[in-house]
């Protein structure tokens, strides 16, 4: 096999890949990205030798085997398959008709319809969709917007993951849930507005959109899992609804720019992945938290944060591990042994 090493544009690691493929998953953080083109193996793409350019059966479009750059699926077709357009590097815009129902994901959730079109710029999707399967959009780092119908209600884990140009995002009424890694990578997404309908924010569903900076959580939204917005670098306040009842760990982990954050007294379960709950660690800004009540894990949770140092010297609490102080002239912490440092 013919391997190059590529470095994830997020976390820089460097990834052993084929490089025939066009996109790729990064091994060690998850994020999608583009496999560069060497230009003396380069082959312009031209229609796969004795096949129509669409290959249909039964309503479901399996493969498109054409060379154009601007695709307009012909109707009848009521489901885009899996690997429909897989890996097609040339295909820079794309009109699904009315009657398509669904564009599904392949592979055991590990690919979807369009993963790896690092061309695709846009794609117009009909009122008649209502699922939008696993890793659909996976890797499509060009896509600007989606603009996604009323009727979807469902929208499989990692479906825009690794769209790095995605700017405007439009959710349907009907989404009751954000899964998994939905726009983990969005690199340039800076605002995008979620329903009230919605219930459930997964892990990871905007783990490093650097840019994102206007976010509201409406009521509502009672569960947010771990790394959900982890990196975020342009969140400055977020306010927490009372919805709340479940926080995952590291939630807001490397929020950097965090300064305000209101966390309801209605959280009843802040998560611990095995490494810690550390809900805000690394919020280096975090200064001002509005708590409904001090959660028991109080020490993990704001682990890091201005916020926790300023609490337990305001407490006279110990600021290494919060405990009490005893002694006359010299105080030590029951708990750590510790000299009392301020």
């Not at 917007?145 to 405007?168: H, R, T, W, Y």
């Amino acid at each position: 096999m013919n391997e190059i090493d590529v470095a994830c544009p997020l976390c820089g690691d460097v990834n052993r890949v084929d490089r025939g493929l066009a996109a790729a998953v990064c091994q060690s953080c998850g994020a999608a990205f583009a496999v560069p083109v060497m230009k003396e193996d380069y082959v312009p793409e031209t229609e796969d030798s004795g096949l129509p350019p669409f290959s249909i059966r039964s309503g479901v479009l399996e493969r498109y085997n054409g060379s154009d750059p601007v695709v307009y699926v012909p109707e009848g077709v009521t489901a885009i398959g899996g690997q429909a357009f897989k890996d097609r590097q040339g295909v820079h815009r794309v009109v699904l008709p009315e009657g398509v129902t669904e564009i599904q994901g392949a592979g055991g959730g590990m690919w979807g319809a369009f993963f790896g079109c690092c061309s695709l710029e846009s794609i117009e999707l009909p009122k008649s969709l209502t699922r939008i399967g696993a890793n659909a959009f996976n890797g499509c780092s060009r896509l600007a917007k989606a603009i996604i119908p009323d009727g979807v209600s469902q929208i499989g884990a990692g479906a825009f993951n690794g769209c790095a140009e995605l700017m405007e995002v439009k959710l349907p009424k009907a989404l009751r849930e954000l899964a998994n890694d939905i726009f983990r990578g969005c690199t340039a997404l800076t605002e995008i507005r979620l329903n009230g309908n919605i219930k459930t924010i997964g892990s990871y569903a905007f783990a490093d959109c650097r840019e994102l900076r206007a976010l509201t959580i409406p009521p509502g939204v009672k569960t947010i899992g771990a790394y959900a917005f982890s990196g975020c670098f342009g969140l400055t306040e977020l306010l927490l609804p009372g919805t709340v009842i479940s926080l995952g760990a590291s939630a807001f982990a490397d929020c950097r720019n965090l300064s305000v954050m209101t966390v309801p007294a209605s959280i009843e379960v802040f998560e611990n992945d095995g490494s810690g709950i550390r809900t805000f660690a690394g919020c280096s800004q975090l200064r001002r938290v509005n708590l409904g009540k001090l959660p028991q894990d109080f020490m993990d949770i704001f682990a890091t944060t201005p916020w926790l140092d300023e609490y337990l010297v305001k407490q006279g609490l110990c600021r290494h591990c919060g405990g009490h102080f005893k002694g006359v002239f010299s105080k030590v912490c029951v708990n750590c042994g510790l000299k009392k440092d301020y």
